[in-house]
Structures are given as structure tokens and as C-alpha cells.
């Protein structure tokens, strides 16, 4: 087996298109749950929020992919507001419970046939989704990376998605530290505390979610931009877990969490599933297929998870004094 | 009264204006005060089928300390989290500075300048000491969400917030803590912080619920010059408290309550001389005294038949 190319395929996912999108999606969950302390489990529904936006702005509608970012911030925002106006009042538990039904029935709304015209049905919208972004792409066009297998295309929208997170991760410090990011820290300590001393606290909660929803809306658009395809069934509550094991993985109210714990999810994620397929195609282990694969990694996933919460449970960068002061 | 003249020269002018104003004031339940700054009426709380708060009337005085005193589930928790917006009565209306605030929204009437703290303290535990206080400062701009991003736009005010807090800390004893944690506070301390961080909201009354439970001795005391300090300033104090040696020392007026009504009211040592009063304490924590079980038992029939 040919440990060069499995580790060059490991660190092209770990930083790669996919990596990405969960980044921006764990980015934005970090506002919503890791400062504010929002159980948002519909975050997926934010993400298809941006890539249908793509979709049906310039598949649909013929329009610009420029004015499709602005109609995906404007989606997620209404998205935000449609689930924390009745549920950010109520206990933590209610933005729970609707976000995660919410995302599903997006899901199941723009896949029904009564939409396909405009959402496209279950195949959803495949076409030049970002025709505008790589007609920009600066790069030559005979250029190809030595070591990475970034297609050109790709290593654009790497380029453009790394800056971007970067952007992000700058903002939401700024966001943070500030007497704003006091507040949603307060509220995600105790909610009452925060109203005691004067501080509408729906309406910060709401503007987590809103923020959080945007950023993640990014993903959805990076996604549409860089498959070119929007697919109903790609966005299942499943991806929303992965963007809380990520979250976890990395320290959630953690500045840097999110991107530590995307590169290392997908690092992970891709090492097993790249060293499993070598072993298997090589003959050195009998009894499982290439087809295996798949699903095996996401077990070891998981067991690397349930490790990870009885041996560093405050996360990669968390800390672990912070997690002591609960049990108090 | 020669006797009582002399007394209030000796007395700070806080004090000597609160015992100078409540001095006519009748010492019966729900009596009118000269400067009230809160004016409640029928206000009522039901649990079931117990009646937790059921006040006919009550009025606080302005620039005085006022005791809320009385047994064990009397509804002095219940009728603070009423009065400050935090539970919802089923009936009941009431005034802060001659406004009507019934029905408005607890953020709003701690900005309006009636800031409470709780029973079970709620120190922010993954903040610092120095975060909670500065979360207690109002007006702050750098909490608005658009000009966050630009400290130059807060970082004065921030600075200001933190001098004011830093002062606070240091009265209350917590100013080598600021960089730790609530959560690795003691329980007193915490009980500490919270009523720091309350008079950072800068209230005109502070509702105090049992301030110094699990506060040692020694730093009670000086927890008690505190209270009479945000008095000489000029803030109005309400507070909730079991020990009667603490009531007496520091409060100019004393509210009884039991089986959520107010069932006596007056000077310290007026009131705890007052036989229904003892009779309610002793009576409670007994728990045999007829009175109270057959008030409790008329609740109960009343809502058995409503
Ligand atoms: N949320 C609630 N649900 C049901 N009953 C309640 C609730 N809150 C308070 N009660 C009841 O109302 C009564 C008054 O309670 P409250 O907490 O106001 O008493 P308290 O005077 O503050 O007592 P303490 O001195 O022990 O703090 C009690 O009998 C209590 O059991
Ligand atoms: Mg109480």
C-alpha cells in the first residue's frame, strides 16, 4: 500500500470542499450553541437554505449567483426568525425539538413532486450552479497541484472557502469578545441572571440563531457553488451531528473549535476510510468489501467520539476547569 | 418625643430621613406610606390549589430598608418573582415610581431601576468575577450587536464599567477573585457577586432575596454596612431575611408575611414584639399551631370550590 497517496487523499478531504461546508455549518453552530448556548439540532436546514437559494436563483430563475448570496442570507434569516420567534421565549428544549422537525420538513418540502419546478424534486437542481465564481478563477489553466489531488476548480473554491472561514472565525472574535458576546455568554450560563440585569435576552438568543444561520447559510452556497448540484437528500439531520461532533471535537466556545475539529473530523474520517480501502484492496483483510467501507468509518467515528467524551470531554481546545465548574 | 429626636442625631442621614418619614406611618398591614416607590394591590398567586401570595395592598418607602420577613413558604420568594415580572400573578396590579408595571417584561423593569437577585444564586459559573459584573452595567453600546465589531465604539465605556466595578469588587471584599471564575466561588461569595453585580445595574430598589444566607459571621457584618451604604446613597433596599438579629440591626421597616399574606407590619421592634407575628414563626416552624392549619385548610376548601 501506498502510504504517500493515502495520506495525500487524507489531508485533500481534511482540508478539502466537503471540510468546508461542515466548517462553516460548525462556525455558525458555535455562535448559536457554543456561546449562546442554543440546542439548535436543524442547522442543516440553514445550510440547504443557502444551497437551494443558489439553486433556484440561477438554475430556476435564470438569475445572477451574486444575487443568490444575498436571497440565501435573506432565507436564513426568515428561516432564524420563523424558529426562534415561538420557541427562543420557551425552554431550551423546544428550539430543540422544532429545529430538528423543521429541517426535516424542508427537506421533505423541496423534494415533494408539488415543487419540483421550482426546488426540482427529489434529483434537485443540477446544472452551471457557479458558472459566475469559476469564470473568476485566476489560476492557469493547465495548473496542477504536485502533491494534492485538487482538481483547478476546486483548489479555487478551497482557496475562496479558506479565506472565508478565516473571515468568519475573525468575526465572530470580534463578536465575542465584545459586551455583546458577554451577554449571549451570560445567557447561555443563566438565562434569568442575564434578564435580572436588564438585557432582553429573546432578542440576543434570536440574533444568535440569525448569525449563526448566515455563516452557515455560507455553506450551502460554497456547497452549490462547488458541486454544482443541490440534492434534497444530502441534507439529512445526520450532517447536523456530524457539525455537533465536530463542534465537540474541536471545543465548543472555542474561537479556533470549529476549524480544529472540521480538519480533524475529516482527517480522521478520511484516514480510516483511505487506510481501510488500501487493506481491503490489497488482500489484507478478507472478510470485508471496499463497499464496507463507508459505514465502518463513520463506526469508528463514533467509537473515536465516545472516547474522546470520557477522556477529553471539554473538546481539543477546550478547557477542562470550565467543565469541573458544572458539577458544582 | 425628646427621646427620639436625640436618637436620630446620632443616626446617618439615611437612616434618620427613613426613621423621620415612616415615623407616622400606621402600624397595621398595608399602610400608606409618604414616598412609596412601590405600590402593589391585590396581588395574587396560586399553586394549585394553595394560594402562595394573596396581598391586599402593600407600599414600599422610598430611600428606606424594608425587611420582608416571615416563615418558611409565606411567599416572599413567590411575590418578589411577581413583583419583578419573573412569574405572572392572577391578578394583581402594581406601580414603581407611580408607573403601572403589571404584565411588563422582567428585562424591562430592571431597567426601569427595580433589580432583584435570587434565592438560589445564579452566578454565570464559566465567566469570569469580572464578566458578571460587567454584565450588570446598563446602556452599555458594545452589547448592540452592529457596533460590537468596533471596539473603539465601547472600549471607553468598557473602561469606565470596569473602575465602577472594580470598586464594587473591592467593597464586597471579591476584588483579589476578579479573574476566576464564578463558578469556583464559595456559596457566600456567590451570594456576594450577585448583590455586586445587581448595584452595577445601578437600581433605584434592590430587591434582596435572604442576602447573607450562608454568609460567615464576620463578613456579614460588613455586609451589613454595605446594605446601610446603598441606603446613604440613595437606593431603595428590599430584602428577604430569617435572621431577626440582622433584621433588627439594619432595617427601618418590617413587613410580615405568612400564608401569603401580609399579616403585620412595622419598626423592628415593634413587630417582633407583636404576639401574631411570634405566633406565625413559632407556629410554622412547629408546624402544630391550629391558626396556621386552619388557614391552610380554608385555602384549600376556597380553591376546592372556585
Ligand atoms: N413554582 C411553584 N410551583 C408550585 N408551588 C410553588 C412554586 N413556587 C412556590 N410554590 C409554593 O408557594 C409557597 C410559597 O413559596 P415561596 O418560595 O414564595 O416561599 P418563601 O416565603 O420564599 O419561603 P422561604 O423562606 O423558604 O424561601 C410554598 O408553599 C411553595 O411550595
Ligand atoms: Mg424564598
Redesign the pocket.
Known amino acids: 500500500m501506498d502510504i504517500g497517496q493515502v495520506f495525500t487523499l487524507t489531508i485533500t478531504q481534511a482540508f478539502g470542499v466537503t471540510a468546508l461546508i461542515y466548517l462553516f455549518a460548525a462556525i455558525g453552530l458555535n455562535v448559536q450553541f457554543g456561546y449562546t448556548g442554543l440546542l439548535n439540532f436543524g442547522q442543516v436546514a440553514f445550510v440547504a437554505a443557502g444551497a437551494y437559494a443558489v439553486g433556484v436563483i440561477v438554475l430556476t430563475f435564470d438569475l445572477s449567483l451574486w444575487l443568490s448570496i444575498i436571497v440565501a442570507l435573506i432565507t436564513s434569516t426568515l428561516l432564524a426568525l420563523l424558529l426562534g420567534i415561538p420557541t427562543l421565549r420557551l425552554r431550551a428544549d423546544y428550539l430543540a425539538i422544532v429545529t430538528i422537525a423543521a429541517s426535516e420538513l424542508l427537506r421533505l418540502l423541496v423534494r415533494s413532486i408539488a415543487f419540483k419546478d421550482v426546488f426540482g424534486g427529489a434529483q434537485g437542481l443540477n446544472g452551471k450552479l457557479g458558472q459566475e465564481f469559476h469564470d473568476l478563477n485566476p489560476l492557469p489553466t493547465d495548473f496542477t497541484l504536485p502533491l494534492l489531488s485538487w482538481s483547478r476548480q476546486d483548489l479555487w473554491v478551497v482557496i475562496v472557502g479558506w479565506s472565508l472561514a478565516l473571515l468568519f472565525t475573525l468575526f465572530v472574535w470580534g463578536l465575542v469578545r465584545s459586551p455583546w458576546g458577554r451577554v449571549v455568554k451570560g445567557i447561555r450560563e443563566d438565562e434569568d441572571a442575564v434578564v435580572s440585569l436588564g438585557k432582553n435576552v429573546f432578542v440576543y438568543k434570536l440574533q444568535a440563531l440569525i448569525i449563526g444561520g448566515g455563516i452557515a447559510a455560507f455553506g450551502g452556497i460554497l456547497w452549490a457553488v462547488a458541486k454544482q448540484s443541490v440534492q434534497p437528500d444530502t441534507f439529512q439531520p445526520d450532517f447536523t451531528f456530524f457539525v455537533f461532533t465536530i463542534l465537540l471535537l474541536g471545543g465548543a466556545a472555542r474561537v479556533f473549535g470549529p476549524i480544529v475539529g472540521t480538519v480533524i473530523f475529516w482527517f480522521l474520517l478520511a484516514g480510516f476510510g483511505e487506510v481501510l480501502s488500501s487493506l481491503i484492496n490489497n488482500g489484507y483483510i478478507a472478510f470485508l468489501t471496499p463497499t464496507d467501507v463507508g459505514s465502518i468509518r463513520f463506526m469508528l467515528m463514533g467509537l473515536g467520539l465516545m472516547l474522546l467524551m470520557i477522556f477529553r470531554p471539554q473538546g481539543i481546545f477546550g478547557d477542562r476547569r470550565e467543565l469541573a465548574l458544572d458539577a458544582r | 418625643m425628646p427621646a427620639n429626636t436625640e436618637n436620630t442625631a446620632k443616626m446617618t442621614p439615611g437612616r434618620a430621613a427613613a426613621v423621620e418619614a415612616l415615623r407616622d406611618v400606621a402600624r397595621v398591614p398595608g399602610s400608606p406610606k409618604p414616598d412609596p416607590i412601590l405600590v402593589a394591590d391585590q396581588v395574587s398567586r396560586q399553586?394549585?390549589g394553595?394560594k402562595?401570595v394573596d396581598v391586599t395592598h402593600v407600599e414600599i418607602q422610598r430611600g428606606a430598608i424594608t425587611a420582608l420577613i416571615?416563615p418558611?413558604?409565606?411567599?416572599?420568594?413567590?411575590?418578589f418573582n411577581l413583583l419583578t415580572g419573573f412569574d405572572n400573578p392572577d391578578s394583581g396590579e402594581w406601580t414603581f415610581n407611580k408607573t403601572p408595571v403589571a404584565g411588563k417584561a422582567p428585562y424591562r423593569l430592571a431597567r426601569m431601576g427595580m433589580v432583584r437577585t435570587f434565592?438560589l444564586t445564579k452566578a454565570l459559573s464559566r465567566m469570569t468575577v469580572m464578566d458578571n459584573m460587567l454584565l450588570g452595567a446598563s446602556g452599555q453600546s458594545g452589547e448592540r450587536v452592529f457596533k460590537a465589531l468596533l471596539p473603539f465604539t465601547w472600549k471607553a465605556q468598557e473602561r469606565a464599567n470596569t473602575d465602577r466595578a472594580m470598586e464594587l469588587l473591592g467593597r464586597f471584599n471579591l476584588d483579589a477573585k476578579i479573574g476566576d471564575f464564578a463558578g469556583s466561588l464559595s456559596g457566600g461569595q456567590r451570594k456576594l457577586l450577585e448583590m455586586a453585580r445587581a448595584l452595577m445595574v445601578g437600581p433605584e430598589i434592590v430587591m434582596l432575596d435572604?442576602p447573607m444566607a450562608g454568609v460567615n459571621p464576620a463578613l456579614t457584618q460588613s455586609l451589613l454596612g454595605h446594605i446601610k451604604n446603598i441606603r446613604e446613597e440613595g437606593t431603595t433596599v428590599l430584602f428577604?431575611e430569617?435572621d431577626m438579629d440582622m433584621v433588627h440591626d439594619i432595617s427601618d421597616w418590617v413587613i410580615v408575611?405568612a400564608q401569603g399574606q401580609i399579616i403585620a407590619e412595622g419598626p423592628p421592634d415593634a413587630v417582633m414584639k407583636d404576639p401574631q407575628v411570634i405566633e406565625a414563626y413559632l407556629g410554622s416552624r412547629h408546624g402544630s399551631a391550629l391558626t396556621a392549619d386552619g388557614a391552610s385548610l380554608t385555602d384549600d376548601s376556597q380553591g376546592g370550590t372556585t
Open positions: 399553586f394549585g394553595l402562595a416571615g418558611n413558604g409565606a411567599g416572599k420568594t413567590t411575590l434565592q435572604e428577604v430569617h408575611m
